[in-house]
């Protein structure tokens, strides 16, 4: 069996008569880093079934799979392995804790911080169809591959930062923002299949939700132009469309954001 390098290795391993495979390396990697926000890719035996938190983790035929933990994740988690064989192997990870920061955005339209209730039924509608874009499971892997930036600029914004809005305390920020002039090109982070493409949210304005396979998603906002179709493959590095301010912006950036099905994660941790 391949070893792979710059693997986070388990704490404990119980129930398992062998532990390790014929080349010394351990059955179970998992590659970090292992800490709230991130998305970690990992390998088990061919055929084999995998428990994280009592959770189906979905894992290719090769024996590849990918989880993520949310920015509150608690800090321990534990995994069952059952192998082809009927052996099965159990341990637990380390979850590392973070800090974040507090944002303040000022001087933006009352209206996108308090949403009218005229808005109600149209925002229903907007969140229908990214949790119908975020429900695809597909067998693709383009989430093995290492992810890019989507455009180039200044980063304005990060993952986990509590956000103060015209002086109002919000949800905390899920995304990476990344700043520059209205037009500037924005390129797909990973290879994948566009499932939402729109280019007029109401807060998220244009936006764009590839899907990478085994439930992880890159999701940008506030796009000036949308440049894709729904169903439409992309490949990594290929124009999608344009920086803008649209929808709740204060200025011209770009807002990606990264899922692992309904967990957000913090796409900086992805990159190279």
Same mark, same amino acid.
């Given at each position: 069996m391949k070893i792979y390098t710059a693997l986070l290795m388990i704490l404990?391993? /119980?129930?398992?008569? *062998?532990?390790?495979? #014929?080349?010394?390396?351990?059955?179970?990697?998992?590659?970090?880093?292992i800490e709230q926000g991130s998305l970690v890719r990992g390998h088990v035996p061919a055929g084999s079934s995998l428990k994280l938190d009592g959770l189906d983790i979905k894992v290719s035929p090769d024996g590849y799979f990918v989880v993520g933990f949310s920015r509150d994740q608690s800090p321990n988690s534990i995994y069952i392995v059952d192998l082809a064989d009927g052996e099965k192997i159990a341990g637990s990870l380390t979850i590392a804790s973070r800090n974040y920061d507090i944002e303040r955005v000022d001087g933006l339209p009352p209206k996108t911080v308090s949403p009218p209730?005229?808005? /109600?039924?149209?925002? *229903?509608?907007?969140? #229908?169809?990214?949790?119908?874009?975020?429900?695809f499971v597909t067998d693709d892997e383009y989430w093995r591959d290492e992810f890019i930036k989507p455009a180039s600029g200044r980063i304005s914004g990060v993952y986990g930062s509590q956000r103060i809005l015209n002086g109002e305390p919000r949800s905390p920020h899920y995304g990476l923002d990344i700043a520059n002039k209205t037009g500037t090109k924005v390129v797909a982070p990973a290879s994948g299949i566009i499932r939402l493409a729109a280019p007029d949210f109401l807060f998220e304005g244009g936006i764009i939700m590839i899907d990478h396979g085994f439930g992880v998603t890159s999701t940008l906002f506030h796009l000036n132009s949308v440049e894709v179709k729904e169903g439409q493959n992309v490949k990594q590095g290929e124009r999608i469309g344009s920086i803008g301010a649209t929808g709740r912006a204060s200025g011209p950036h770009v807002d990606w954001r990264l899922n692992w099905q309904n967990v957000r994660l913090d796409p900086a941790l992805v990159l190279k």
């Amino acid at each position: 069996m391949k070893i792979y390098t710059a693997l986070l290795m388990i704490l404990f391993m /119980t129930f398992s008569v *062998n532990a390790d495979d #014929s080349e010394g390396g351990m059955l179970v990697q998992f590659q970090g880093p292992i800490e709230q926000g991130s998305l970690v890719r990992g390998h088990v035996p061919a055929g084999s079934s995998l428990k994280l938190d009592g959770l189906d983790i979905k894992v290719s035929p090769d024996g590849y799979f990918v989880v993520g933990f949310s920015r509150d994740q608690s800090p321990n988690s534990i995994y069952i392995v059952d192998l082809a064989d009927g052996e099965k192997i159990a341990g637990s990870l380390t979850i590392a804790s973070r800090n974040y920061d507090i944002e303040r955005v000022d001087g933006l339209p009352p209206k996108t911080v308090s949403p009218p209730p005229s808005w /109600t039924k149209r925002r *229903n509608e907007e969140n #229908s169809r990214v949790a119908k874009g975020r429900a695809f499971v597909t067998d693709d892997e383009y989430w093995r591959d290492e992810f890019i930036k989507p455009a180039s600029g200044r980063i304005s914004g990060v993952y986990g930062s509590q956000r103060i809005l015209n002086g109002e305390p919000r949800s905390p920020h899920y995304g990476l923002d990344i700043a520059n002039k209205t037009g500037t090109k924005v390129v797909a982070p990973a290879s994948g299949i566009i499932r939402l493409a729109a280019p007029d949210f109401l807060f998220e304005g244009g936006i764009i939700m590839i899907d990478h396979g085994f439930g992880v998603t890159s999701t940008l906002f506030h796009l000036n132009s949308v440049e894709v179709k729904e169903g439409q493959n992309v490949k990594q590095g290929e124009r999608i469309g344009s920086i803008g301010a649209t929808g709740r912006a204060s200025g011209p950036h770009v807002d990606w954001r990264l899922n692992w099905q309904n967990v957000r994660l913090d796409p900086a941790l992805v990159l190279k």
